[in-house]
Nanobody, 114 residues
């Protein structure tokens, strides 16, 4: 089994910052891609950012220049640094890892408190 434990969500005013973490454990062989997705009420889940094992990154246009994804392969952990947060960033954020199968975290809430 594979477990993903997310942390770092919370309530923050517009313009503030948060850092999300997601640690994978269990039957980890080699994680190819790690990523963050989000789902706001009434919306479909959308990709926020992904990072390959070699460090190649991709971002949704809506977060480019504000969010930064990184990973620590030795710790099987992926991070999402979120700066200049906007009200429209409010959502449940899910981490995802791709090995033979896709695995999802339980989600962590990010809320605009403005």
């Amino acid at each position: 089994q594979v477990q993903l434990v997310e942390s770092g969500g919370g309530s923050v005013q517009a313009g503030g910052s948060l850092r999300l973490s997601c640690a994978a454990s269990g039957r980890i062989v080699s994680i190819s891609v790690m990523g963050w997705y989000r789902q706001a009420p009434g919306n479909q889940r959308e990709v926020v950012a992904t990072i390959t094992r070699a460090g190649g990154t991709n971002y949704a246009d809506s977060v480019k220049g504000r969010f930064a994804i990184s990973r620590d392969n030795a710790k099987n952990t992926v991070y999402l640094q979120m700066n200049s947060l906007k009200p429209e960033d409010t959502a449940v954020y899910y981490c995802n890892i791709q090995m033979t199968f896709n695995y999802w975290g339980q989600g962590t809430q990010v809320t605009d408190s403005s």
